[in-house]
């Protein structure tokens, strides 16, 4: 082997993972995922797209070895294949928003059409959740609070939170949270 083919050999692996990840619908999978391993069908439902697209998606994935799955009858679930690739895909999205304009003026514009909604930083909602002006609520389905969430949220998953938004404080904030800034449940 040459030194050029061993080049060109060892790039092809490290450009597999970038097509892998070349992705929106795989890139989302991969951000969901960071959350906690996932059914497929917990995913499609989460990522809003069927069964059979999603499948797709995570078999690139667990080619490019980001994902590993386990089957449990006729159920399989995946994982991310390690934290370096719940690393890879923060790294990405950062790199994304300090160089890419565009996303930053996408995320204005979904804010701005959505009048009531304000997004708030982490030392701001801190101050305020330490002076109690506000009441935190968790919109992630429950699976996803109970393995993780901000000490003091109330849980009230968005399939819920019609019904329940009466148990709320009328006469203070509220402050709901997801996933992360680009979740939009």
Known sequence: MTNRDFKDAVYEQFASIGKAL??????????????GPRTVEVLAGQVGRSIATTSHHLQVLLRARLVERERSGTYVTYR????????????????????????????????????SMEPLDA????DRLMDDSVTLVDVRPAEEYEEGHIPGALSLPLEQLEELMGSLPRDGEIVAYCRGRYCVL
């Open 123 to 126: 030392a701001s909602l801190v």
């Open 80 to 115: 991310l294949a390690g934290d370096d690739v719940a690393s890879l895909f923060r790294t990405t999205r950062s790199v994304a928003e300090r160089h890419l304009a565009e996303v930053e003026r996408v995320t204005r514009l979904f804010l701005e059409s959505r009048e």
């Open 22 to 35: 070349g992705s929106p619908a795989r890139l989302e999978l991969v951000d969901v995922l960071t959350q």
